[in-house]
């Protein structure tokens, strides 16, 4: 059994930070990867960050570079996603997402199990 819940989703200004959190309710989170995926209205969901088991590992999708940071606490069975210098374009729903494949993987389709997403909203 596995549950992934997000939180920290807000109204931001653009330019502002925010960071979301995913709490896994789950045995040996440490043996698994973790990514961030978000949905803006309209769109596909997009691949935001991922994160190996151990953090050896790190992707991030080429429109965040820079601006955000994924980290894990596998001691607490989180994982964040710092988000700063927000744009408008950062708008969405971001979900939280857990593979039982090794590695930090950049494809939805990897990702067995999902939480219910928190969402973002950058606007002036």
């Known amino acids: 059994q596995v549950r992934l819940e997000e939180s920290g989703g807000n109204l931001v200004q653009p330019g502002g930070s925010l960071r979301l959190s995913c709490a896994a309710s789950?045995?040996?989170?440490?043996?698994?990867?973790m990514g961030w995926f978000r949905q803006a209205p309209g769109k596909e969901r997009e691949f935001v960050a991922s994160?190996?088991?151990?953090?050896?590992?790190?992707n991030y999708g080429d429109s965040v570079k820079g601006r955000f940071t994924i980290s894990r606490d596998n001691a607490k069975n989180t994982v964040s996603l710092q988000m700063n210098n927000l744009k408008a374009d950062d708008t969405g729903v971001y979900y939280c997402?857990?593979?039982?494949?090794?590695?930090?993987?950049?494809?939805?389709?990897?990702?067995?199990?999902w939480g219910q997403g928190t969402r973002v909203t950058v606007s002036s």
């Open positions: 997402a857990l593979t039982t494949r090794t590695g930090a993987w950049t494809v939805d389709s990897a990702f067995g199990y």
């Open positions: 789950t045995s040996g989170f440490d043996n698994y990867g």
């Open positions: 994160i190996s088991r151990r953090s050896k590992i790190i």
